[in-house]
């Protein structure tokens, strides 16, 4: 689904002004992307979605603090997704800060294809 263009303008200022944590995985993902592909600040209906791979249709969040107080808004897009056959998995920014390695095999794992 394409993106509306004031959406598109939004991400592009976010890829611009990403956050700390956001830098880490995006510098991680950029280095291990052997299988995947992701793209990063993606804007997909009337998302943004921090990290996006669509060929595992896997969207990747990192929840700063400000996620506490948006948590409607979070399950909202969350079920929208859903709807529209994008998994997400969400890591907080300390997690990606601290335990990078844990963060990326988490990844690797949600993006392979299912064995079952």
Known sequence: MRAPIL?????????????????????????NRQ?????????LG???????????????????PVHAERIEHDTRRTQWLAAEGIRVIRFSAGAV????????ANIAQAAAPSTA
């Open 35 to 43: 299988q995947f592909h992701f793209r990063r600040q993606h804007p």
């Open 97 to 104: 800060e601290t335990q990078s390695a844990m963060v990326l």
């Open 46 to 64: 009337p998302y943004i979605l921090d990290f996006y791979c669509a060929e595992a249709r896997l969207c990747v969040e990192v929840d700063g």
């Open 7 to 31: 959406t598109q303008k939004r991400a592009k200022a976010l890829r611009r002004a990403m956050s700390q944590p956001e830098k880490v995985l995006w510098s991680l993902l950029r280095r």
